[in-house]
């Protein structure tokens, strides 16, 4: 093989390999989430969520933003908003 295609390849290699270790020390150096929510901003709120994949049911009962919170998420899947039927 001609040598300037092997120093090619070698430095798009090193390459890939730089941006992936630049990517791994970004993800360790994101600073973790807050450990106590601010409970007094949480309002009273009742949605339901159902995970398309395995039929799981929740039921949001408080949240930091009163109208359309982000669907929680299961099986690595965003759960769908679900009609809240009335109770019996
Ligand atoms: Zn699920």
Redo the contacts with the bound molecule.
């Keep these: 093989m001609d040598i300037a295609i092997r120093i090619l390849i070698a430095l798009a290699m090193a390459l890939v390999f730089y941006l992936i270790a630049v990517r791994i020390v970004r993800v360790m150096m994101a600073p973790p989430p807050p450990d106590e929510p601010d409970v007094s901003q949480l309002k009273p709120v009742d949605y339901r969520y159902r ?6 049911e929740v039921t949001m009962t408080a949240s930091p933003e009163a109208d359309a919170p982000d669907a929680p998420r ?2 690595r ?1 965003d ?1 769908a908003p679900v009609a809240v039927a009335p109770r019996p």
Excluded: P
């Excluded at 995970?51 to 799981?56: N, P």
């Design positions: 995970c398309m994949v395995c039929g799981t299961h099986c899947e759960m």
